[in-house]
Nanobody, 123 residues
Framework: QVQLVESGGGLVQAGGSLRLSCAAS????????MGWFRQAPGKEREFVAA????????YSADSVKGRFTISRDNAKNTVHLQMNSLKPEDTAVYYC????????????????WGQGTQVTVSS
């Protein structure tokens, strides 16, 4: 069992930055690939970024490449999403998710989810 709690969301102007954090509790954080997803009103949940168990491999959606960076600290059971050059279309609820012994872009593959944190980017 893994519990995930996101933090760091908020309101920011276009071009600004935010850093999201996800704190994990429970056993064996390093056994999980971690992902960030987002969901805007009226839209399906979409993949943003993911990182494998060791942190050696990362994956990003084309829409955020070069702007968002995912990282993890297995000693502190945390995963972060650094978001730069934010755009109004980045506005969504952002979710952290854990995938046991794997990592991918399909939200259906993930085993545990946080409650989400709102990110709003004003133009």
């Amino acid at each position: 069992q893994v519990q995930l709690v996101e933090s760091g969301g908020g309101l920011v102007q276009a071009g600004g930055s935010l850093r999201l954090s996800c704190a994990a509790s429970g056993r064996s954080f390093s056994s999980y690939g971690m992902g960030w997803f987002r969901q805007a009103p009226g839209k399906e949940r979409e993949f943003v970024a993911a990182i494998n168990r060791s942190g050696g491999n990362t994956y990003s959606a084309d829409s955020v490449k070069g702007r968002f960076t995912i990282s993890r600290d297995n000693a502190k059971n945390t995963v972060h999403l650094q978001m730069n050059s934010l755009k109004p279309e980045d506005t969504a609820v952002y979710y952290c998710a854990a995938d046991y012994y794997s990592v991918g872009v399909n939200p259906n593959e993930y085993d545990y989810w946080g409650q989400g944190t709102q990110v709003t980017v004003s133009s």
